[in-house]
């Protein structure tokens, strides 16, 4: 579905091992339903962090990769590349806040305070550190985690994220201030909703989920200068038709030391972290595009980065 609805609900981008003996495993009798569900085949558990019970689920062995997805979404809506990201890799992926089988606690949407809950859960599950891949709500929480958290960090992956909110298009802007509480009956006729009321713990607080992504969408934001900051070896990923023009991910791998000279023939003069521009590929495409995934893991996997 294309409806005004959706786009303005899922333009939120930024606004907002050994198992620990404090698991506790999940319920798994319920199955994400709707377009964005189908089976994650993980091992969900829950972890007490920050006063949150938080939802995780781990495919696969190796290095760990946490995964994060976008407002008013679940780990469901990567679909194929939850897969193909779990090949090699330990892919530990997560329901945010008041999203998924994650239920809501008393605490505002905040990409901050999601940011300490997934440090808090990388220390819970004994891990010194992970590697980080967030989309749209998730890319903003994986970007505070490498400003506020650093020492958790390894590879940063940024997919379809703004760091500025005056980058969101215009017509973005004003779908956003559309959102709240009182679009809750309409919104009933989208993926977001058929997914979160196939497995959220308190369905009914479909619409207190949306007032506070509304509240969150008002705010105003700007990491430029804690985003200059930033050690991790990262990845920048957008779409060409994404909610955001491509310059403005041009910026973001700006502050990250991109795009200032020649690599040279020999690869040197390369910056640390990288920049993909999708093709074809929108907001509301690209998390469960296969290009995603293909342009993700040799960046992963490459050693040298």
Do not use: C
């Amino acid at each position: 579905m294309r409806s005004t609805s959706m786009a303005a609900a899922l333009a939120i981008a930024a606004v907002i091992p050994a198992p620990s003996p404090m698991q506790a495993q999940a319920p798994g009798a319920r199955t994400a339903q709707g377009a964005w569900g189908g089976k994650t085949n993980g091992l969900g558990h829950y972890a007490d962090v920050n006063g949150i019970k938080l939802y995780y689920e781990t495919h696969g062995t190796g290095r760990p990769l946490i995964l994060l997805h976008g407002g008013l979404g679940a780990i469901e809506m990567f679909g194929p590349n939850l897969p193909a990201l779990a090949k090699g890799r330990q892919l530990i992926a997560v329901d945010l806040q008041g999203h998924g089988r994650t239920a809501d606690i008393d605490r505002a949407l905040s990409v901050a305070l999601m940011s300490d809950d997934i440090a808090a859960l990388i220390k819970h599950l004994g891990l010194a550190s992970a590697d980080v891949m967030g989309y749209s709500l998730g890319g903003g929480v994986a970007l505070q985690l490498a400003i506020r958290h650093p020492e958790v960090v390894g590879k940063l992956v940024v997919v379809s994220t703004p760091f500025r909110r005056n980058a969101f298009y215009a017509d973005i802007l004003a779908q956003q201030g559309q959102v709240g509480a009182a679009m809750a009956e309409q919104m009933k006729q989208t993926p977001m909703y058929q997914l979160y009321a196939s497995i959220a713990p308190r369905p009914e607080d479909w619409p207190r989920l949306l007032g506070k992504i509304g509240d969150a969408m008002k705010q105003d934001f700007d990491f430029s200068k804690e985003i200059a900051g930033i050690k991790a070896t990262t990845l920048i990923v957008a779409g060409d038709a994404d909610i955001f023009p491509p310059a403005h991910a041009v910026e973001l791998f700006g502050l990250l030391g991109g795009g200032q000279r020649d690599g040279g023939w020999d690869g040197s003069g390369r910056p640390k972290s990288r920049l993909a521009i999708l093709p074809g590929l929108t907001h509301y495409t690209i998390f469960n595009a296969p290009a995603l995934a293909a342009v993700a893991i040799p960046f992963l996997d490459d050693p040298a980065r």
